[in-house]
């Protein structure tokens, strides 16, 4: 069965320091591996999108990489803001069809002062 | 742009009542999918529509009933509300199967 693990749940930080969130997956085939993020009452929002052939993609502070021979992704987030309390979600997708899209369950960041 | 927007943002039914979710996007996105996000889970598809005129189920759809008359809307029905049924409820679109979803605002819904 498809499964899109994520760890830690849930990791508190101080303001101005790193972390990296994990994703194990196991989907197959794989088309594409995207990484969210989910203030609390919003939407998620896309932050990177990574095919099978890329293995690092960064938006601004934030860096994913993909190791698709392991099958894990990890999300870096460099000098942490308070306005990167959120979830941040794993989301992986099947090569085969638009509906096999598998949505880990998040892991929660609280970035303190 | 507005994107993807939902309505209504919350609302409460009663065990048996009837009532559609409206989700809109003014990007032209082909594609257009509706989750539903539950405490602990990930998000799960419930309807989705590759175009107008053609929908087909996700992994969660007793219960649910969509339509794809337009390219812009693609409201949501539930036929007759259970407790099982309350939950967060995203829409969202994207231009295909390979790009980005752009995610609605989410309708909290809760059955008593």
């Known amino acids: 069965k498809n499964q899109v693990e994520q760890s830690p749940q849930s990791l508190i930080i101080l303001e101005g320091k790193n972390c990296t969130l994990q994703c194990n997956y196991t989907v197959s085939p794989f088309s594409n591996l995207r990484w969210y993020k989910q203030d609390t009452g919003r939407g998620p929002v896309s932050l990177t999108i990574m095919t099978f052939s890329e293995n690092t993609k960064s938006n601004g502070r934030y860096t994913a990489t993909l190791d698709a021979d392991t099958k894990q992704s990890s999300l870096h987030i460099t000098a942490s803001q308070l306005s990167d309390s959120a979830s941040y979600i794993c989301?992986?997708?099947?090569?085969?069809?638009?509906?096999?899209?598998?949505f880990g369950p998040g892991t929660s960041l609280s970035v303190i002062p | 742009n507005a994107g993807v927007t939902q309505t209504p943002k919350f609302q409460v039914l009663k065990t048996g009542q009837s009532m559609t979710l409206q989700c809109a996007q003014d990007m032209n996105h082909e594609y257009m999918s509706w989750y539903r996000q539950d405490p602990g889970m990930g998000l799960r598809l419930i309807h989705y529509s590759v175009g107008a005129g053609i929908t087909d189920q996700g992994e969660v759809p007793n219960g649910y009933n969509v339509s794809r008359s337009t390219t812009e809307d693609f409201p949501l029905r539930l036929l007759s509300a259970a407790p099982s049924q309350t939950s967060v409820y995203f829409c969202a679109s994207s231009a295909d199967m390979y790009n980005e979803q752009f995610f609605g605002p989410g309708t909290r819904l809760t059955v008593l």
């Open positions: 989301v992986v997708s099947e090569r085969t069809s638009y509906d096999k899209v598998i």
